[in-house]
């Protein structure tokens, strides 16, 4: 089934429900008349309709499992440890933190299966929103599109992809921040070319990252299991010729795991969105339904096996650094954890190199996946016709792949990659994850909201009521926690550490104001209205244009 034809209604249209004028490319630019216009209120069967790409369904099950699980195990698990433990200080609540965001992330999880399972189209939580809030028209599209194109980059994973790669080479990346993110661009520019130029072998080179990564956390853990259970003792020596050996050999008491920790709601709720960011990719699938084979039965197999794998994985690789790396350690290490970890098993040389760079490919594999999804995501976003240049940057010409979209994801990754600033990198996974609690909170409502005026929508998949109300709450907390004062915390210091939040609200209130000058007071003044018209590209790709019809005319 083509794309043009997946957007046909699937039986003649409702009486009294009027449905968009389907134009082929070749008119797209002829005269409108008003007449030819028509208000696209498409009937329910034909939102739930399945879409299948222009390229066509592609992605068999173990493709959607990689796409979601190294989405989620990427940068997160080498690089926040540190952060997390420095913050809340103390093993137990680190590990803890670890659960709990598995925990609620499986709620976060439940709304995205009811929603994909009932709206099998690509574009994730951009469908959702629109399915879901109609009115004030253009709202819902115009807040995602901001959101997506603004926030939607990959510049942390490809930092961490530079910073590894100069440790492998025996360089410090806190001397050597120009090397870094000139490797990370040239991350960003070769991924986009692989895959806006060649579909199948990114698609290829992504799962063989995907599992070497796996199996790369599979053998820390190994490693550090041996350490406990032999009471192995390496004589690597650092670059003074100091023994450092791991830090223990044995599990420490229940009561000394919980020494130090900072029962803080502010402090904590800074650590969960880490933690979130590190799961984050869940619903990484769920921007790529349209090339999914099966696509109902594979989003509710792949993404809970990847769940369930991720929070195994993340919790044995935290016990792995504590059993290795002295808790002080650990919470000066920053970034480079993993780099540390590996530096007491096997040295500086040798292993440790090898490591390192292994590190880096695995994170290389997760921008591979969220350059993959994204630019899925921003395609449909300019098929809707909230992008300039809407035509081009829908187009899967010249080589059969999402070229518009994956350019609109380079640029703001590589904007946010070139600037010169200390510890960017928490400051960016703070700014990413505090609007995404607006949008989990809309999400989680308009799902209630279906169950209640929709019931007749056919749901394959049902999410468990009390996980939505946990996933509610735990949003609407997470939003007010960067405003609640620390003790002893001065006016400066408290307005310097909310800045995160303030710029991710800030972006949304910059979403609405676009909206209302877009769709509301410019049609006012103009004497226009907004409508929509179908098209169809030359190479089947199904748009929407979005029309100025005089107002007179009605």
Known sequence: MTSAESDAPSRDPEPNVETPLLRKSSDSTSSITPSQIFPLHRTLEDDVLPQTA?????????SAFIIIISRVIGSGIFATPGAIASSVGSIGLSLTLWVVGAAISWCGLAVSLEYGCMLPRSGGEKVYLEFTYRRPRFLASTLIAVHAVVLGFTASNSIVFGEYILFAAGKDPAEHRGEVRFLAVSL??????????FLRAGILIQNILGWIKLGLVGFMVVASAFVVATGYR??????????????LTTFP???SIWEGSVWNWGIISTALFKVFYAYAGLQNANNVVNEIVNPVRTLKTAATTALVVSCAVYFLVNVAYFLVVPLEDIKESGELIAASFFERLFGRTGGAWFLSLAVAVSA???VMVVTFSLARLNQEIARQGFLPYSDLLSSTKPFGAPMGGLIVHLIPTLIVICIPAKNIYSFILDVEGYPGQFISLATSLGLIWLRWERPDLK????????AVYLRIALSVALIVAPF???EGESGGDHLFRVSYAIVGISLLLFAVLYWFVWTVLLPRWGGYRLEEVADVLDDGTTVTKLVKVPRASE
């Open 364 to 366: 290389a594999g997760n």
């Open 234 to 247: 390496p004589s690597p020596s650092d670059a003074d010729g100091n023994l450092i050996p791991p830090h």
């Open 54 to 62: 222009v390229v066509g369904r592609t992605l068999q099950w173990s």
């Open 484 to 486: 609640v004062p620390r």
């Open 459 to 466: 749901r394959p998949y049902k999410a468990f009521l009390p």
């Open 253 to 255: 008491s229940w009561s």
């Open 188 to 197: 960003m520019i070769a991924i986009t070319v692989v895959h806006g130029c």
